[in-house]
């Protein structure tokens, strides 16, 4: 029996008939056609389809449609405005923290939701916080080096969208 | 050379704001109209004969539009080097996880459905897992082979046996190297698309795209020409990308059924039916003068290859042979069996064989270093190649800066320092490398690429390759190459998609040998491109050509600022004088490489990259946990194109190296792989690695271009010796065999204080 949805997705409405079982990660890509957030294991245990809901990174591989619904989800195409990139996105691009691009979408995700919640992460925190974002190209380092280069330790908020 | 404009600067990958935003179009991304959902039934036994397969109710399936087994395939034998591939198996499977049948549905539910449906009998065959055991009399045989045996490799040179009489030191070990999984993000994956002429069009992340076609035209009895590839982006491939029967199968169930079929393996799946590195045991024997120099060097490799054959051949000779252009060696015997195994086949690992025989070699070195007294960084500065070395099997080594590397990595590491400290727990290895910059052997008929530039109307240029991006960045590098001969920017230069209607046919990303040979072609393709349009300026300007010179998107006289012609003028003056045609360059570059002839003699690659890496541990004897605390790796790859895309590449690869001597392994329950997700196959998260620190040496080689060699696979290779090295020196053990799990370290440990 299929399910009536609205889901609110960057900012836009989505009115959806879907089978209660298929997840937000299938209907974001299948359903919606925002092919950005990427499937790297459908299990939970690479990172790669992280999207914010109400702000908190989930990965969308693991989280049912329905229980999306009435939540705010932000994808990777709802970062970028104007033709302007969000300043993650542009440190990713500017450090060199992507090579073959597959856990990107997922990466920036978590990356902006650890700036997000603390506008001065430390080295350690980064690491910790990616724990569950595997990447396979860049062994990391580039990428701690784009999320630490938005770190404001004196302006207390970090500045996004 | 300082000189340079666009090459040596850091460069932001040119594909990056695609990939940051979501735009980057990947396999799976693609939505065709009609497009039908295709699964694969894979073998749930490691050895077995197929009874039976009974795919009526699967049939039946509302949704279902084919189901097909090996009887709706043209039942041809194809692979590699080895005819042992079918495009599903016709009577027999040899590895859990062989494609039996497969399903096309109107969506992905509706084909695991179908699948759960088909029945199979099987009469279950004895499985060996052991290569040792599988080359025993009576062992089951896989495909045929006496003994299992899929392929011997043997070379000799001058007369070990004699050496060893005359060594002052004679070392003997075995040594083992693990399976390990890619663990690309991207699991393999095709879309293929029926035309109405009887192509195939096909959307694959391959990194071969126009030699697969090879292959799979005779999979598919269908011409060469028929298949046409079309690359979107890769998510990461390390060697595993490689010819594999998913994208056949796509490309029948498509031809089957009239229509587009997307079809991709679960991560699962991916695990049970990609190809893993080739795990070998390793017998080693090497002879040392007092002072440390090598006299000879003996070695039998046993390699598990799986139940058949994608790249063993070439995989093991490359670890039978390759190291010996890396050191003096004068008195070498090697002796390699690749066998017959009830396990996964195993292909191309970023390091080929290399890096297998390194972990082998550099720990022995580290060893005899010790036994000798004599410092492990000398070891290497007394036996290393110079240029213009000329190995025992005719590898012209015309550029090597392993000497400096050496010393670079030790000054910047602090080496002599923390090696008189002695602190037990922490501990400094150093390991070195050398590899190659593309491989004859791999593809005999060519070696080189060939490359295309048009001048655009807006006086830019569109560059048009088969070599292929798969994250390593090489669209970066050809368009660093082509904007550096050209005096324009790297925003000035396109590359086109690959698309083996339009591209040049090129061997693709293994070997290490994109941005030398790929990027060579292009350097020679902008050359020429750079003397028409010389050649046409000067006519329109009236002006001797060694007048003029090319900047800033102009063609200007020497010395008259005002005069000269922008490109865009130039380009639209000349399509239009052409009736159309525009511009173009064209490069072809050849190697002048041999493949190496039936006594393994000749010089198989153009540029030789080498490397030296010291890794710094820590050892907790009461967990038995290894830490990598620091990483330094210095790197002779001639010339550094895009130093941002330089350090990343072997920060990746060091990563990649960390994982393997620390975290990796694929291991088996009666055959099936038992830990085939990342939740129980663990790969390096950001907590497992220290900061790695590139160094980048510039012997500057004089075939690559503007000097540079191959970066990717030296940057793993000498990683899991490094890291045994540093664990001798923290605690006094020597781990020989992959990976260094706490269980290893602890059970070595104990033997030690006894």
Redesign the interface.
Same mark, same amino acid.
């Given at each position: 029996m299929k399910k009536q949805l609205d889901l609110l997705v960057n900012g836009d409405h989505y009115h959806l008939l879907v089978?209660p079982h298929v997840t937000l990660l299938h209907v974001l890509?299948?359903n919606i +056609?925002?092919?950005?957030?990427?499937?790297?294991? +459908?299990?939970g245990?690479?990172g790669?389809c992280t999207v914010l809901a109400d702000g908190d990174p989930v990965n969308s591989c693991l989280m049912l449609a329905v229980q999306a619904e009435g939540k705010e989800i932000i $994808?990777? =195409?709802g970062?970028?405005a104007n033709g302007q990139?969000n300043p993650v996105? =542009?440190a990713?691009?500017?450090h060199?923290a #992507?090579?073959?691009? !597959?856990?990107?979408?997922g990466m920036?995700m978590m990356a902006k939701s650890i700036l997000d919640q603390n506008p001065d992460p430390s080295e350690d925190e980064?690491?910790?916080r990616?724990?569950?974002n595997?990447?396979?190209? $860049?062994? !990391? =380092?580039? #990428?701690?080096q784009a999320v630490r280069s938005l770190a404001r330790p004196a302006e207390g908020r970090y500045q996004h969208e | 050379m300082s000189d340079f404009k666009v090459v040596g600067k850091p460069q932001p990958f040119v594909d990056a704001r695609q990939k940051a935003t979501g735009d980057a179009v990947y396999t799976t991304d693609i939505h065709l109209p009609g497009m039908l959902y295709g699964k694969i039934l894979r073998s749930p036994i490691p050895h077995g004969r197929i009874l039976n397969i009974d795919t009526s109710r699967a049939l039946r399936l509302p949704g279902v539009k084919k189901v097909i087994t090996a009887r709706d395939t043209p039942m041809l034998c194809y692979g590699i080097t080895h005819e042992d591939w079918h495009l599903l198996a016709p009577d027999k499977v040899r590895f859990v996880g062989e494609e039996i049948a497969a399903v096309a549905a109107v969506d992905l539910d509706t084909a695991e459905e179908a699948l759960d449906l088909i029945k199979m009998e099987f009469e279950e065959l004895p499985a060996v897992y052991d290569p040792e055991e599988a080359m025993q009399p009576g062992a089951p045989l896989i495909n045929d082979a006496p003994g299992n045996i899929a392929h011997v490799f043997e070379v000799e040179r001058g007369n070990v046996e004699e050496a060893f009489g005359d060594s002052y030191l004679v070392l003997e070990e075995k040594y083992y190297t693990s399976q390990v999984y890619q663990s690309y993000l991207e699991p393999m994956a095709a879309v293929a698309k029926p035309e109405s002429d009887g192509r195939i069009s096909f959307y694959l992340p391959i990194q071969i795209p126009s030699k697969c076609r090879v292959t799979y035209a005779k999979a598919l009895d269908m011409p060469i020409d028929s298949l046409r590839i079309i690359q979107p982006h890769i998510g990461g491939g390390f060697g595993a990308k490689m010819e594999t029967p998913l994208h056949p199968i796509a490309a029948l169930l498509a031809k089957l059924t009239g229509k587009p079929v997307s079809l991709a393996n679960t991560r699962e799946e991916d695990f049970m039916g990609g190809n893993p590195r080739l795990p070998m045991n390793i017998q080693l024997k090497m002879g040392f003068t007092r002072e440390g120099l090598i006299t000879a060097k003996k070695v039998r490799i046993v390699a598990a290859n799986g139940g058949r054959v994608c790249y063993g051949v070439p995989i093991l000779g490359t670890a039978c042979f390759r190291v010996d252009s890396m050191y003096r060696f004068q008195n070498i015997k090697a002796e390699g069996y690749l066998v017959y195994t009830n396990t996964l086949p195993t292909g191309c690992f970023r390091g080929f064989g290399n890096s297998q025989m390194v972990f082998a070699l550099e720990s022995m070195m580290d060893q005899a270093a010790h036994q000798l007294g004599i410092d492990p960084a000398e070891m290497r500065h007394a036996n290393a190649v110079h240029s213009g070395y000329v190995s025992v099997h005719g590898w012209q080594v015309k550029s090597a800066a392993l000497d400096e590397c050496v010393g670079k990595a030790t000054d910047a590491a602090g080496w002599k320092k923390k090696r008189a400290e002695k602190i037990f727990g922490k501990g400094i290895g150093l390991a070195c490398t050398n590899h190659v910059s593309g491989y004859s052997a791999f593809f005999p008929p060519f070696h080189g690429s060939s490359a295309m530039l048009r001048l655009e109307l807006n006086g830019k240029v569109s560059v048009t390759s088969g070599e292929v991006e798969l994250g390593q960045g090489q669209k970066t590098a050809f368009s660093q190459i082509a904007a550096e001969v050209l005096g324009l920017t790297v925003e000035d230069v396109r590359m086109t998609p690959v698309d083996s209607d339009l591209s040049t046919f090129s061997l693709g990303a293994w070997a290490s040998r994109t941005t030398t040979v790929g990027g060579k072609a292009v350097y020679l393709a902008a050359a020429d491109l750079r003397s028409k349009i010389m050649a046409y300026a000067s006519m329109l300007l009236e002006v001797e050509e060694d007048q003029l010179f090319m900047a800033g998107g102009k063609v200007i006289q020497d010395g008259c600022p005002d005069k000269g012609i922008a490109l865009a003028d130039l380009a639209s003056r000349y399509l239009y004088q052409h009736n159309g045609s525009f511009i173009y360059g064209f490069g072809e570059f050849n190697p002048g490489t041999q493949v190496p002839d039936a006594e393994k003699y000749g010089n198989p690659s153009c540029a030789y990259p080498f490397a030296a890496h010291i890794a710094e541990v820590e050892v907790d004897t009461e967990t038995g946990q290894v830490q990598v605390v620091s990483y330094h790796a210095a790197h002779d790859l001639g010339r550094t194109i895009n130093p941002l895309g330089a350090s990343g590449q072997i920060e990746g690869g060091v990563a990649m190296g960390v994982g393997w001597a620390l975290m990796e392994d694929l291991f088996y329950d009666h055959g099936r792989v038992a830990n085939a997700g990342f939740l129980d196959y663990r790969v390096p998260g950001p907590k497992d690695l220290p900061e790695i620190k590139s160094i980048f040496v510039e012997s500057n080689d004089p075939y690559g271009p503007f000097g540079a060699k191959g970066l990717g696979e030296p940057a793993l290779n000498p990683v899991a010796a490094a890291i045994s090295n540093a664990i001798y020196d923290a605690v006094g053990i020597r781990l020989r065999e992959l990976p260094f799990t706490p269980e290893k370290v602890l059970t070595e440990l104990k033997k030690s204080k006894k």
């Open positions: 089978d890509r299948n +056609g925002l092919t950005g957030t990427k499937e790297g294991c +459908g299990a245990e690479c790669a $994808t990777i =195409e970062l970028a990139l996105q =542009e990713f691009v500017s060199g #992507i090579q073959c691009g !597959y856990c990107t979408p920036i980064i690491r910790s990616l724990i569950g595997l990447c396979r190209c $860049t062994g !990391y =380092e580039k #990428i701690v | -």
